[in-house]
């Protein structure tokens, strides 16, 4: 078998080769392009003497030459691994000596990072930047005979966005693909043709699953942007490109908002939104469906499991609620000393079992048996179930606060602090006091213009009005910027560090 036939052989086979596969600014490809691309790309890193199952990395923007040489890869049994294009040096560096990669295929405007990187890492990597990829692709046949690989061989790998520490690659297997469809087909109805656009960038799991790999074997057009996805050129891609399906993330779904742009024609004609990456507030999710006349879903999946396994669906979604385990995953909350809890409302440790799970954290045996067990994986994630049987995230499991005896819920405190008028980002975390006691501290942006200590006594009074008291921060403290991984995610520790040093 192979990962990339299980992407694209369906839709060749069915005689859909002249359908579009991808849109990106003026240049589209069909799928018998795609595909010869893809072949072309294998080849050519064959050429270069790359032998099966080397990792190869790819520092590229969203664009048809990222999906190719993508695919490329893991047709010819390499392992493709893309890489965040806002890594810093340190991060990247990482990534060259963790993976031995002898191959980075790298933006030109990112050469600079990339060559520093490798200094750091004191890496042999040879980098080609994508100025040269013609002339590496003249003489690479566009027909290739697919590495015949086994279920268990590795298929691609993905780095974790390092919220706890250094980012770990996780190793998934060419027998996860297929499952890619799942999703996106009995949930989120895409058919072939329908075009699918995600704001967030291919080297996340988020869309990287669900796109690429989901969205291509169910024959969709894939919508690509080149360049960071503010609401500006997101209002544009939609604009243009009419895309029935639209995944992103609650932060831009509420610059959106803001801008006004999710009432325009072009938002409305989106049959189905998506949530993931971050706790959807409840309210967030029910003006949005208001001003766009769609429904939205919610979502979550990792690195780890490269698919959504809770989600809301068309026939089951609740504002507010992440939703109900899909068919194709098994959830569990667990005691921290391993008990599966039944009782609605009790938070536990979210554990995971489907077909798309990592095999295991490449060079980290250690971590990997802590995590993986007997099949299931301990997510790091807290939730709880109601009585009806819907999901909700309560944080991680490392970010919990117990106040005053009483465990505190942080996504729930910012959740609250969001909906304060003048507020452009929260996270709540806990620090201890002189006396070593836990105290409650959020730390919030202020939007431009905005008198902090006003704001402050704004946030504290509309909280003590939201929330019980234990749950309401004995402090405020102000930053330009909420310290985030180059994924987006909040590093939660830098602000715990930095609390603890006043």
């Known amino acids: 078998m192979n990962g990339a036939d299980e992407i694209l052989g369906p839709n060749l086979a069915a005689g859909r080769g002249d359908q579009l596969a991808i849109v990106c600014g003026e240049t589209t490809l069909t799928y018998t392009e795609l595909n010869r691309l893809v072949c072309r790309y294998g080849n050519a890193m064959l050429g270069l003497g790359l032998q099966r199952q080397q990792p190869v990395l790819l520092l590229l923007d969203d664009s048809p030459e990222l999906v190719a040489a993508y695919l490329g890869a893991m047709k010819a049994g390499l392992v493709p691994v893309a890489l965040n294009t806002r890594l810093a040096t340190k991060d990247l560096a990482h990534a060259f000596a963790d993976s031995g990669s002898p191959l980075l295929l790298v933006e030109d405007a990112l050469l600079d990072l990339a060559k520093d990187a490798v200094a750091m890492a004191h890496s042999t990597a040879r ?64 058919l072939p043709g329908d075009r699918i656009f995600s704001t967030s960038k291919l080297f996340f799991a988020y869309p990287l699953g669900h796109c690429l790999i989901g969205g291509l074997r169910c024959g969709a057009t894939l919508v690509l942007h080149r360049g960071w996805p503010d609401a500006a050129a997101t209002a544009e891609v939609i604009t243009r490109t009419r895309p029935k399906v639209v995944l992103s993330v609650p932060s831009l779904y509420r610059l959106l908002l803001k801008d006004g742009a999710a009432s325009t ?29 769609a429904i939205m879903l919610e979502g979550i999946g990792a690195t780890e499991a490269l698919f959504l396994f809770i989600a809301g669906t068309p026939t089951a979604f609740k504002p507010g609620a992440c939703g109900k385990p899909l068919p194709w995953a098994e959830v569990q909350l667990r005691s921290p000393t391993g008990e599966i809890i039944t009782t609605p ?32 994986w301990k997510t790091g994630d807290v939730f709880a179930f109601d009585s009806e049987g ?52 959020l730390y919030a942006v202020a939007e431009v213009g905005e008198h902090e200590p006003t704001l402050e006594t704004r946030i ?36 715990r560090q930095e609390g603890a040093a006043i």
């Open 390 to 441: 819907w999901w909700s995230p309560q944080g991680r499991s490392d970010d919990m606060i117990k106040v005053s005896g009483q465990w505190v819920s942080p996504s729930e405190v910012e959740e609250a602090a969001l909906c304060v008028p003048g507020v452009a980002d929260a996270v709540a975390v806990g620090i201890p006091n002189e006396d070593g006691l836990i105290r409650l501290v």
């Open 127 to 190: 980098m080609i930047t994508n100025s040269d990829f013609a002339p590496l692709l003249a003489t690479a046949s566009d027909t290739l005979i697919s590495a015949d690989m086994a279920p268990d061989d590795a298929a691609l790998w993905m780095y974790t966005s390092g919220t706890t520490g250094q980012p770990k690659g996780a190793v998934h297997a060419h027998a996860s693909i297929a499952l890619g469809e799942r999703h996106v087909r009995e949930n989120l109805g895409i």
């Open 460 to 495: 504290v009074e509309t909280l003590r009005g939201k929330l019980a008291i234990f749950k309401c921060p004995r402090n405020v403290r102000f930053l330009e910027a909420i310290p985030r991984t180059a994924t987006g995610k909040v590093q939660r520790f830098k602000l």
């Open 265 to 293: 024609e072009a938002f409305r004609a989106v049959r189905t939104w998506v949530s993931a990456g971050e706790n959807l507030p409840a309210d967030l999710c029910r003006r949005w469906m208001e001003e766009t006349g």
């Open 345 to 376: 409302d009790t938070t536990g440790d979210l554990w995971v079992r489907m077909g798309s799970l990592f095999h295991r954290y490449h060079n980290r045996p250690d971590i990997t048996q802590r995590v993986l067990r007997d099949g299931w």
